[in-house]
């Protein structure tokens, strides 16, 4: 089988993307939020969850400890090991892949992003599970995960990252001859922005030992399902006090 045939097949078990209302609507909330209240354009790093059995984007989870201006944002490695740590803990759900937004300008993959979504798929996968050696263990606070991970390097085997394969036995029953080259990971990307515009959608993917491949400009689908519970009116305090605790320097921006 050629990658031109696997891209296919990936393409068509996985396109359209699929993102519920409430988070869809939550990441753009987010994204237009943080200009908001910075009055500036910001970009903001965010993880999308749901389940790998139907790989539907069912909710946004802002990083933590993030660094961002008008066209970067980055999770700390402290903090990515922060949020992992709390997703797994307080979310019935797993990390299917990276979204950020695009503050006030239009939605694409730039370079930078396309590098950030592959290595993220050769990392994780769709992620299942994160182990973290026990001397750093015993010094885990969320509340104040920038002093206690500061030295917390994610390749000198501190941490442990378990994905499973994106490919259930049932659904290789009808592409069973090609069983020994499947994918054996996937991860989603979407691209936000303040304006609410068409967000811009990628699946990167790889096959055992080769180098992820990238599929850009997928469609979307907006469908109805549970688990996010977001709405503007209700979550609005919640959220914008996790976007001062976040996004590192919007306090001082704010004058808290």
């Known amino acids: 089988m050629t990658k031109l045939d696997l891209a296919e097949i990936v393409k068509e078990r996985y396109t359209p993307l699929k993102i519920t209302t409430e988070a869809f609507a939550k990441a753009n909330y987010l994204s237009q939020r943080v200009c908001e209240l910075a009055e500036q354009p910001l970009e903001l790093s965010f993880f999308l969850l749901g389940k790998a059995e139907d790989m ?22 402290s903090g990515v090991i922060g949020s992992v740590l709390d997703i797994q803990e307080n979310y019935d759900l797993q990390i299917l892949g990276w979204g950020h937004s695009h503050a006030c300008w239009n939605n694409f993959y730039s370079n930078t992003d396309t590098i950030t979504l592959k290595e993220r798929e050769r990392l994780w996968g769709v992620l299942k599970e994160v182990e973290i ?75 055992r030992d080769e180098e992820p491949v990238l599929l850009g400009e997928l469609d979307y689908e907006i469908i109805e399902a549970g688990n996010c519970n977001y709405s503007p009116e209700t979550n609005k305090q919640v959220l914008d006090e996790q976007l001062k605790e976040r996004v590192i320097g919007l306090h001082y921006l704010l004058g808290d």
């Open 56 to 77: 539907v984007i069912r909710d946004i989870y802002l990083g933590r400890e993030q660094n961002v201006n008008a066209s970067f944002c980055e999770i700390s490695e």
């Open 133 to 207: 050696s026990e001397d750093y263990l015993k010094n885990i606070n969320l509340e104040n995960s920038n002093e206690q991970y500061q030295s917390l390097d994610l390749d000198e085997g501190l941490i442990n990252i378990f994905s499973e394969p994106v490919y259930s036995e049932s659904a290789l029953t009808t592409i069973d001859s090609y069983s020994e080259e499947m994918i054996v990971g996937l991860f989603q990307g979407m691209t936000f922005n303040a304006k609410a515009d068409e967000p811009y959608c990628v699946v990167a993917y790889s096959q």
